[in-house]
């Protein structure tokens, strides 16, 4: 491909157009890995599989929040002992990783803290993000887009001339923040809690703003300026 470039009779402009909007965020999403640990395997597997069961029937008891759930990767890995002849082995351990999207932030903190009360459950984020098809992404880039043809005017008035006709729009980037997540890790019930059914205070989770940015290259030609010292 050709690079265009200017004349006298058509001189070249290239600006960069930007936009940054910060908007409220869409999509929580939040990692659950349900753990179990034995000495038998099948007893491993059976308590794995009723804590993944338990897990899944609360989070499905939020159906009007919870947009999305799936099931990430499953392991049943033995711990051999360190000392003594042959392969003994010490233990097993059970994983699953669970995935849930939350699209009502309201019922965010209260499920949170139910599943990090659960035994051997592990809960990491929440992540804040946009949809892909989030309409925030086009106004972003059609704000980009506004700001480079602002700046083309504004450079071709400064050389008293006008601009003619656009030779190149590129798309150089678009870009989303995404929030830190807040790991929960509940390996053993708290003694306080371990006699009691009184369930956890919810947490309070504000979701964080991302930013999302779009940035354009473009290139116009210009009415020939009459330069004067």
């Known amino acids: 491909m050709t690079t265009p ?8 402009l290239i600006v960069r157009g930007e936009a940054e ?28 599989t009723r804590r993944n069961a338990t897990t899944l029937d609360l989070i499905k008891a939020y159906p009007d929040a919870v947009e999305h759930l799936s099931t990430g990767a499953f ?10 002849r042959g392969e003994r082995v010490r233990a097993y351990h059970g994983r699953v990783h669970l995935t849930a999207e939350l699209t009502d932030f309201t019922l965010l903190g ?3 803290t139910r599943l990090a009360d659960m035994e ?10 946009l949809r892909p098809d989030s309409p925030v992404h086009r106004q ?3 704000q980009a887009v506004q700001d480079a043809v ?30 830190t997540r807040m790991p929960f890790e509940r ?21 964080q703003k991302l930013r999302v940015t779009a940035e354009v290259s473009a290139q116009f030609t210009m009415a020939p300026p009459t330069l004067r010292n």
């Open 110 to 112: 209260e499920l949170t």
């Open 187 to 207: 390996g053993v019930r708290r003694a306080s809690m371990a006699n009691t059914d009184q369930a956890p205070e919810p947490l309070d989770l504000e979701p």
């Open 21 to 48: 909007l910060e908007v409220e965020p869409e999509i929580a999403r939040i990692s659950v890995t349900v753990s179990a640990r034995g000495r038998d395997r099948r007893t491993t597997l059976d308590d794995l």
């Open 75 to 84: 392991s049943i890995t033995p711990e051999l002992t360190e000392h003594g």
């Open 150 to 179: 602002q700046r083309a005017h504004e450079y071709a008035h400064a050389l008293d001339t006008t601009i003619a006709a656009l030779i190149e729009l590129a798309d150089t980037g678009t870009e989303r923040t995404r929030s």
């Open 140 to 142: 972003a880039r059609r």
């Open 120 to 129: 051997l459950t592990r809960v990491d984020g929440p992540w804040w993000l």
């Open 5 to 12: 470039r200017g004349t006298q009779d058509a001189p070249l």
